[in-house]
């Protein structure tokens, strides 16, 4: 999770426009304020690198972060970030199962470690909540993520489809129910919501092949 410091500004056009005030990260970012998602890819080193250094680049003041336990983070973020960072580590600790759990039964969290890892982070705002919020919306709004079921995708390339489809209608046709506009209103990306018609207008026209005009021309001269 990033946190802007208070009173910080940017500006957008002839205006000021107030920052979303956090900004969680847990391999897609999530603005508090603007609710806006950014969505990402892998979990390995390389992917959380490329992941912090996107981040870094978007971002011109100090901020809070608070990542999971996962590893990779802590050369990413002190890659991208340096000493210019308030950073801090949430991992949970999860019960031994019971006797009487299944295999596919979920731990009980009996507690959460805070670690600092630099900087001065405020423990009010170390919380990892937004993006596990956000992780539960993926997996109910996209079946393709619900686990224990056939409905996964079977091509890489028909899974980042269905991701890009899914973030695009979130941050510019679906209403959020406590901004009361879209993430991308919000955020000032767009000044009204979205129709689904305009949703598949930026869809790439299709390229007509020669042999398939060739086939219809065909086809008709044998109907005539």
């Not at 705002?125 to 596990?132: A, C, G, K, L, P």
């Not at 973030?167 to 506009?181: A, F, I, K």
């Given at each position: ?50 992941f912090m250094e ?64 630099s900087g001065d ?29 056939n409905g996964f ?72």
């Amino acid at each position: 999770m990033l946190r802007r410091r208070e009173g910080e500004e940017r500006q957008s056009g002839k205006e000021t426009r107030r920052m979303g005030r956090y900004l969680d990260v847990g391999w897609n970012r999530r603005g508090h304020e603007a609710s806006g998602v950014v969505p990402c890819r892998g979990r390995d080193g390389g992917w959380a690198k490329e992941f912090m250094e996107d981040c870094a680049s978007r971002i011109r003041n100090r901020v809070q972060i608070t990542t999971d336990g996962h590893r990779a983070y802590l050369d990413a973020v002190e890659n991208a970030f340096g000493a210019d960072i308030d950073y801090a580590m949430l991992q949970k600790i999860y019960g031994a199962p019971s006797e009487n759990d299944t295999r596919y039964s979920p731990a009980t969290c009996i507690g959460c470690d805070m670690k600092v890892v630099s900087g001065d982070p405020d423990p009010k705002h170390v919380s990892t909540s937004f993006v596990e919020r956000q992780n539960l919306t993926m997996r109910m709004q996209m079946r393709r993520f619900t686990c224990l079921t056939n409905g996964f995708s079977k091509k890489a390339d028909n899974h980042r489809h269905s991701v890009a489809l899914h973030y695009m209608y979130y941050n510019y046709c679906r209403v959020h129910q406590t901004l009361r506009v879209t993430p991308a209103m919000e955020a000032g990306l767009s000044d009204h919501i979205w129709s689904l018609e305009e949703l598949c207008a930026l869809l790439p026209k299709p390229i007509v092949r020669t042999s398939q005009i060739e086939k219809k021309l065909l086809i008709k001269a044998l109907q005539a």
